[in-house]
């Protein structure tokens, strides 16, 4: 089992261009997260799926959208990158929403918009 | 979610135990516990996570005070490569990571 992967590892941007970021999960979990964590902070939700089919927006949607492309992947998308979305980008996934299920973690995307 | 408070950091002597203390006074019901670290900036790994009881795994050990308005996560024998960010976080659906504590551990 690879776990959670997320592609690409590095990405430098330009302001105002667009990428999609992509993550795999092979665990059969349901739900799916999003997080970006700035230098010297803590990890905040951008968006989340509980199941294939549903999106929802996390503290810091604004300036992404997200793709539940099936059970197994869901990207996020930046239509139009700016300098303040410099950050670390994480994919999560977990069996279910619920309290007690316990989230996996990729090893991130490491995003620089010029 | 519940708002965490956590020491910024902590050192701990190698093979020591480490004691990482968290307050969550106005945790509800049904909100876990869980404690994540994330060694240098890859993505945070798990350690442990509990609601009202006392819980052991290969990892750590989590105390819950029966008034769960705090825990403790202990790591028995510390060891180098224990040196890490750890995330106390009390948690219903999405994970509110706060600054954490920084251990170092000393050889």
């Known amino acids: 089992n690879a776990g959670v992967t997320q592609t690409p590892k590095f990405q430098v941007l330009k302001t105002g261009q667009s990428m999609t970021l992509q993550c795999a999960q092979d665990?059969?979990?349901?739900?799916m997260y999003w997080y970006r964590q700035d230098p010297g902070m803590g990890l905040r939700l951008i968006y989340y799926?509980?199941?294939?089919?549903?999106?929802d927006k996390g503290e810091v949607p604004n300036g992404y959208n997200v793709s539940r492309l099936n059970k197994r992947e869901f990207s996020l998308r930046l239509e139009s990158a700016a300098p303040s979305q410099t950050s670390v980008y994480f994919c999560?996934?977990?069996?279910?929403?619920?309290?007690?299920?316990?989230?996996?973690f990729g090893p991130g995307t490491r995003l620089l918009v010029l | 979610d519940a708002k965490t408070t956590q020491p910024p950091s902590m050192d701990c002597a190698e093979g020591r135990a480490a004691n990482l203390p968290c307050n969550h006074s106005?945790?509800?019901?049904?909100?876990?516990v869980y404690w994540y670290r994330q060694i240098h900036s890859q993505g945070p790994q798990y350690i442990i996570h509990g609601l009202k009881n006392n819980e052991t795994n290969e990892m750590a050990s989590l105390i819950i005070t029966e008034d769960r308005k705090s825990s403790t996560l202990i790591l028995p024998h510390a060891t180098l490569r224990d040196t890490a960010v750890y995330y106390c976080i009390a948690r219903v659906v999405a994970l509110t990571f706060g600054s954490g504590t920084r251990l170092q551990v000393q050889p």
């Open positions: 106005t945790i509800s019901g049904n909100e876990y």
């Open positions: 999560a996934s977990s069996v279910g929403l619920a309290g007690g299920e316990t989230q996996y």
């Open positions: 799926s509980a199941s294939e089919g549903t999106t």
């Open positions: 665990m059969n979990h349901n739900s």
